[in-house]
């Protein structure tokens, strides 16, 4: 195995698993890299929406795990960015109607065929968690610098073994770090103890990009897809120490907020 | 249908059944061609139909989607529930991921859960956390180091059954998805509160999960997270937002902090829920500039008050 299968998971739901999972997609392709990203939440699926690729769902992962397709025929081609591709959920059935072992299958080919395979985990630690994880080699924790966010995210990290896992710490917003009404950065790794792959600070332009199923990182014009990028980066195995990052100013004008300064 | 639920803040009933909000007395229709003595022995699926006088609602608040606020609204309602006179108990059925006693700051008084009611190790009384300020108010924790697979929604079917015994109102509050977890949480109760966001993937979850529940169980919606900056321009929200968050990081109420409008909106929910008319409020209407600086102004004063 090239140790190129990651989930995308949280524990608690909202946290920004589905966007997190578009946009490191969309700037792993934006690297040259041919990225296939599953939607796991069989059922609840959302990460069409959020690609804006709804309307050309065919076959579903179900209906690959289950035989009734070819890997090619329910992937669907992202036409914006060149080397994207989508396995899209089941919307009717149940995640029950797959198990672990399919699950695992169905990634593994995948893997095979594509530089980096991003699987969309549902909220929760049931049935459809199992199965998300089943199959990966590493695991992206999508967290935010809230309690019960932290909490969920803990009992996730538990559940994952031995996986290296590494943290993203979402919807961060520094004037509340700074007048002490949410957590820091360095509190959030303090306490999961775990690497952190980047920070996204919390802007109404998520919503509003990934409610026209647009991501943000598409358009390398916007400040957040260069966080994007660099997180993607980070996946590939690159060393790039979260000082040095200065590209865009943004992670400092960040780091500068959430560390504290005069 | 996203344009409706955009400009329609709080709670509003959702097209299938408008609930007939009676009090719990007075018969609903369906149940009258069951056997409703009050002395009958526990029943089994169609208890939540039973319109027996000592009986209270059992309340599901649910989703689909996850981090849509089900936990902070449980806790919100059951806080404004109880400061209208009645006797509240919300329930934590998020197996393995419960975070309502942190929400309500009770996390260091809980010693037992559900799951040992269940298993017959306690007794339902000795699970049950009072709440620190409202004596009328109670917490049934959920188990945080089990599954949701080990409970049946028989099960929680007769714990329900046995808090609507003496408590006028179960909120029951959901996890996301809808697993073995959402089937359990939604077994024991009468009617249905889902929270969605106005976001294209929280409202197609919601709507799932509106086909998911018993199609004779009364239904209805709250919009939460209403930025009217995204539908116009203007910030109130993002402010009132930030109360929510702290509110919920330190355990405390939003419906305690004054001035705040995400509290008056769930006390006006609140007082939905008991049957009082209470018209929806426009939050887009009044986004203009007076009004967002008073609320801005508002907020630097509870700020300047707390530190």
């Keep these: 195995l090239k140790g190129n299968i990651f989930v995308i998971t949280s524990g608690k739901g909202g946290v920004g698993k589905t966007t997190t999972t578009a946009n490191l997609g969309v700037a792993l392709a934006r690297l040259g890299k041919q990225v296939a990203l599953v939607d796991a939440d069989i059922g609840l699926r959302n990460l069409d929406l959020v690609l804006g690729l709804e309307k050309r769902i065919v076959y579903d992962v179900v209906d690959l795990a289950e035989g009734r397709c070819q890997p090619r025929q329910a992937l669907i081609k992202d036409k914006r960015v060149a080397g994207l591709f989508l396995m899209p959920a089941a919307q009717t059935k149940d995640k029950e109607s797959v198990s672990e072992a399919q699950m695992a299958r169905v990634v593994h080919a995948l893997g095979v065929d594509f530089d980096a395979v991003l699987i969309d985990c549902p909220a929760g630690i049931e049935h459809g968690f199992r199965n998300a994880v089943a199959g990966a080699d590493e695991a992206v924790i999508v967290t935010m610098p809230e309690v019960s966010a932290i909490r969920d995210a803990d009992r996730v990290l538990g559940m994952l073994g031995t996986r290296r896992a590494r943290i993203v710490v979402n919807r961060v917003r520094p004037e509340m770090v700074r007048s002490g009404d949410m957590l820091s950065v360095d509190d959030v790794r303090e306490i999961l103890g775990r690497e952190i792959l980047g920070v996204v600070p919390d802007e109404e332009e998520i919503i509003d990009t990934t409610n026209r199923g647009q991501p943000v990182t598409l358009d390398s014009g916007r400040r957040l897809a260069a966080l994007y990028m660099t997180m993607a980066r980070r996946l590939l195995g690159e060393d790039i120490p979260a000082l040095e990052l200065g590209d865009d100013g943004l992670w400092n004008r960040l780091r500068r907020m959430v560390v504290g300064q005069r | ?307």
């Design chain 2, 1 to 307: 249908m996203s344009n409706d639920v955009r400009e329609q803040p709080e709670l509003i009933a959702l097209p299938a059944p408008v609930e007939t909000v009676s009090p719990p007395s007075e018969p609903v229709t369906e149940a009258a061609s069951q056997s409703t003595a009050p002395t009958q022995p526990k029943e089994q699926r169609v208890r939540r139909r039973v319109p027996a006088a000592v009986k209270g609602r059992a309340i599901v608040i649910t989703s689909g989607k996850g981090g849509v606020g089900k936990t902070t609204v449980t806790a919100n309602l059951g806080a404004a529930l109880a400061d209208a006179g009645k006797r509240v108990v919300v329930f934590d059925a998020d197996v393995g991921l419960r975070n309502l006693d942190v929400v309500m700051g009770l996390e260091n008084r809980v010693r037992l859960h559900a799951l040992d009611v269940l298993e017959g190790r306690c007794e339902l009384d000795e699970a049950l956390v009072r709440d620190r300020v409202r004596r009328n108010l109670a917490l049934l924790p959920a188990a945080q180091n089990r599954d949701k697979d080990e409970i049946e929604p028989d099960d929680m079917n007769d714990l329900v059954d046995e808090l609507t015994d003496t408590f006028d109102l179960v909120l029951i509050d959901c996890p996301a998805g809808i697993e073995q977890g959402f089937r359990n949480a939604v077994a024991g109760a009468g009617e249905a509160i889902i929270v969605t966001t106005p976001e294209v993937s929280a409202v197609r979850d919601a709507d799932r999960v509106a086909g998911l529940l018993p199609h004779d169980m009364p239904a209805r919606l709250i919009i939460n997270r209403v930025r009217p900056g995204l539908v116009r321009k203007g910030t109130m929200m993002s402010v009132d937002d930030k109360e929510v968050i702290v509110a919920t990081n330190r355990g405390r109420s939003v419906v305690d902090m004054p001035g705040s409008p995400t509290g008056q909106a769930l006390r006006r929910i609140a007082g939905r829920l008991l049957g009082e008319e209470i018209p929806i409020v426009d939050l887009t209407e009044k986004k203009d500039w007076f009004s967002g600086m008073l609320s801005k102004l508002r907020f630097s004063q509870s700020k300047a008050a707390k530190g």
